[in-house]
């Protein structure tokens, strides 16, 4: 018996490490999970195809996840499908004339039940009610008539109205929104051009620019350098990385890349829309990822002696006429987990 205090206090001791270990995890799990440039998530802008899936590649085989954070918004639905998601249910229960009737003598009935006259008192008996039926259903079909009859009679004036003036040329109509189709004085207000989209061909200089950049922007972010990352990312995938590094800051880590090599890649599209070209490629490649502490350099998350491999598919934007040197990283998509080398 005299063991089991001991027993007791080491059993204690025993799991208060175990919750000290489960806290200390649960703390530092934000800055594990986001290590690795871009922390494992896909965000950025594709143009116009930021939220159309690029196509798979022997490289990502699989189709890359969506962007779950992007600056460029959601494309407007058309007007078929907002019609049709606006417009009301039909044919329920109680709708129309006759579901007011049905409504309004259940409504009567139960009226009647609560006070004690049941389902008919009230009404006189059933001849009563036969004959409140037929009033209904004759006053029913008066107020029907009168309505379509009304609804004719304004068809002639809303058609005239909704007619367009034509103009000189036979089969063309007058030009609309103001004097002169310039606009300003009045009409619809002229709608967004959808951009135009053209399909481009790279050059091999193209892709030795990609690998580089790959490698750059990985030992920039490891350096916290935002003034290098500027130089080769967009403003809003740089303005995603100094959260990912104020993060870690914040969790008194920092995270380290090391080691960065390309296994594989190869072309999923490239394209002109407006001004600039946009190249989307799948990489997989290989890299050393730890978290340190930022105070003692102590490793926190990852092995600093084994690469460990990623398949992402990156998006590069650069205005045209630019050249190799003008490629700018806009967009990062996850296509598969990382494994080990």
């Not at 008996?125 to 009304?150: C, D, K, P, T």
């Not at 951009?195 to 350096?223: H, K, M, N």
Request: with cysteine.
């Amino acid at each position: 018996m005299s063991s089991f205090p001991f027993s007791l206090r080491r059993l204690v001791l025993r799991n208060s490490a175990v919750a000290l270990g489960l806290a200390a995890m649960v703390a530092l799990a934000p800055a594990v999970a986001e290590a690795r440039l871009g922390g494992g998530s896909s965000a950025g802008s594709r143009g116009a195809n930021t939220h159309s899936a690029p196509p798979a590649t022997s490289t990502a085989p699989n189709s890359a996840a969506p962007m779950q954070r992007s600056m460029t918004p959601q494309p407007a639905p058309s007007p078929a499908a907002t019609a049709a998601t606006a417009a009301p249910a039909r044919g329920g229960m109680f709708s129309g004339f006759g579901g007011g009737l049905m409504a309004g003598l259940l409504g009567a009935g139960l009226v009647g039940m609560l006070f004690g006259h049941g389902m008919t008192g009230g009404l006189g008996g059933l001849e009563s009610i036969l004959g409140l039926m037929l009033q209904l259903a004759v006053l029913f079909f008066v107020v029907r008539f009168a309505m379509n009859w009304f609804a004719r009679r304004n068809q002639p004036a809303e058609a005239m109205a909704g007619m367009a003036p034509r103009s000189a040329f036979q089969g063309s109509p007058a030009p609309q929104g103001g004097f002169g189709g310039f606009g300003g004085y009045g009409g619809a207000a002229p709608q967004p051009q959808a951009p135009v989209v053209t399909p481009i061909q790279l050059q091999d200089a193209d892709f030795s620019q990609f690998e580089r950049l790959l490698g750059e922007s990985q030992s920039a972010y490891s350096d916290e350098n935002l003034d290098r990352l500027r130089a080769i990312a967009t403003y809003e995938m740089v303005s995603y990385f100094s959260q990912e590094i104020a993060e870690h800051a914040r969790n008194g880590v920092i995270n380290k890349v090391s080691g960065v090599k390309l296994l594989q890649g190869d072309l999923a599209e490239a394209w002109r829309e407006n001004s600039e070209e946009y190249a989307t490629v799948a990489m997989r490649f290989s890299l050393i990822d730890v978290m340190q502490d930022r105070a003692t350099g102590r490793v926190v998350s990852g092995d600093p002696t084994r690469a460990d491999q990623a398949t992402e598919v990156w998006t590069f934007v650069r205005p045209v006429g630019s050249g190799q040197q003008g490629w700018k990283l806009s967009a990062i998509q996850q296509a598969a987990c990382s494994h080990p080398a």
